[in-house]
């Protein structure tokens, strides 16, 4: 049994997670944070990589460290319900409620509007959209070698293209870097924590983390203590990669204020920047990768969903859900990225406590001899705070307030550390797994019965 990889190959493992990862919101977030950042953009971009590159790797660890096969194994630990629904919600969340319209809305804006403008209507991105799914659904029903050997080599030419637009802006920048919008200005950091969110590579990272597993074992390493060594060092160089190209595309879109001024969101900022320094030609090269970059991701993520969705309801068959998902992805497309990226905030401010209190229980589990009442206590706490912060977050979106929830926000505000920064859930979370993982240690390790369930 192999224990230990040579280099070459944990750099192939992280190389390969981090094209899992690298995906449409890291193209866009990075850029629109540098905009609205200004002269506070190290502060936010530290806090973005907390959240965007940090709960990513902890993801990716905490699977192989729990030695689950599958994310919806790992939730049961609370129930077996729960994992169905909590994996299920995931799934959807970064497949067709809004990660998957978001790849083709990315393409449409970074590959069409520097040719169409930025109002130019609903139509043209509609007869964009139309052929962009129509190929993902048909390469999905039809998967073949073509979709793996295209993504392996437009993600390296992407990585290629970011370094050259980043090197050009660190040796001419486009502009002096511009101060800080009001929500920057007195809390970057925290900001930077939240925008991080928007990536959804930490719940995607409970997905990606399987294949990364499969893929160890099938380089020879079986056991858990193997595969969570291996996870951390694949996972550190993912984590190195995502963090320069962060760090790159934020200052691109720091330094492209002055020239371009403020955008809504951070697609044309890559492509403006690519035109500035490279002309036509860098505007077109950028288009047709960018384009067929978040093709192969849709693909992906129709292809995962599709299997998911069929491993739960064998009676519906693959293609079936295929065809489902690929439709209701391009009706959600067509609201624009804009509406997309303002409307999948409720769903991930509710998520994400869930998400996270998930690795804090796996890591933690063998301490509290994994005792169903840790799991159940801690996840309720972050599902009441989840349901908070996402109706909040829900009503911020619809420009409304939800009435019943102004006692509790106010109350909580005034005596909870971090809700006002959007973590108050993360106090109480601790506070109850510290105190029911007492209470389990004290009673000890459960039968052998009980642990199989569990584990």
């Not at 299920?88 to 497949?95: D, N, Q, V």
């Not at 409720?346 to 005792?371: G, Q, V």
């Amino acid at each position: 049994m192999q224990e230990k990889m040579s280099f070459s190959n944990y750099i192939a493992v992280g190389a390969m997670l981090f094209a899992l990862f690298f995906g449409a919101g890291n193209l866009i977030f990075p850029a629109q944070l540098g905009q609205q950042a200004g002269d506070q953009l190290w502060p936010a971009v530290i806090g973005f990589l907390i959240t965007g590159v940090g709960l990513p790797f902890l993801g990716v660890v905490a699977i192989g460290y729990s030695g689950s096969n599958h994310l919806q194994e790992l939730a049961s630990r609370v129930h077996p319900l729960y994992g169905v629904l909590f994996t299920s919600l995931l799934y959807l969340t970064i497949g067709p409620f809004f990660g998957t319209p978001r790849t083709g809305t990315v393409a449409y804006e970074i590959g069409i509007t520097p040719f169409v403008g930025h109002d130019a209507g609903w139509l043209p991105l509609f007869l964009f959209t139309l052929p962009f799914f129509s190929l993902a659904l048909w390469l999905s029903l039809n998967p073949a070698k073509i979709v793996d050997r295209v993504g392996k080599i437009l993600a390296p030419g992407i990585v290629v293209i970011l370094i050259a637009l980043i090197s050009m802006t660190f040796y001419k920048p486009m502009g002096a870097i511009q101060p800080a919008v009001p929500a920057y200005a007195d809390h970057a950091f925290t900001k930077g924590i939240m925008e991080g969110y928007n990536t959804m590579d930490a719940i995607a990272a409970l997905v990606f983390a399987i294949i990364v597993i499969n893929a160890l074992k099938g380089l020879g390493v079986k056991s858990v203590k193997g595969i969570t060594n291996a996870t951390f060092v694949s996972g550190i160089i993912a984590s190195l990669f995502l963090t320069g190209l962060y760090f790159g595309s934020a200052y691109i879109g720091a330094t492209s204020v002055e020239p371009f001024g403020m955008f809504e969101t951070g697609g044309p900022v890559l492509s403006n920047a690519a035109t500035h320094y490279f002309g036509a030609f860098g505007t077109y090269l950028m288009s047709v990768v960018i384009i067929l970059a978040c093709l192969t991701t849709a693909i992906g993520l129709i292809s995962a969903n599709g299997e998911y969705f069929h491993s739960l309801f064998p009676k519906v068959s693959y293609k079936v859900f295929v065809w489902m998902i690929t439709v209701f992805t391009f009706i959600v497309a067509n609201f624009g990225l804009s509406n997309i990226i303002t409307f999948s905030i409720p769903m991930l401010m509710f998520l994400y406590p869930l998400a996270i209190s998930l690795l804090l229980l796996t890591f933690t589990s063998k301490l509290f001899h994994h005792a169903q009442m840790v799991y159940v206590a801690a996840t309720t706490m972050a599902l009441i705070f989840g349901i908070i912060d996402g109706l909040k977050a829900l009503g911020g979106s619809l420009g409304t307030e939800f009435g019943f929830l102004t006692p509790i926000d106010e109350f909580l505000m005034a005596n909870l550390p971090l809700y006002a920064d959007g973590l108050g859930w993360l106090l109480p979370v601790i506070v109850v797994l510290v105190v029911t993982g007492l209470f389990a240690r004290l009673a000890g390790p459960a039968s052998e019965e009980q642990l199989s369930h569990r584990q």
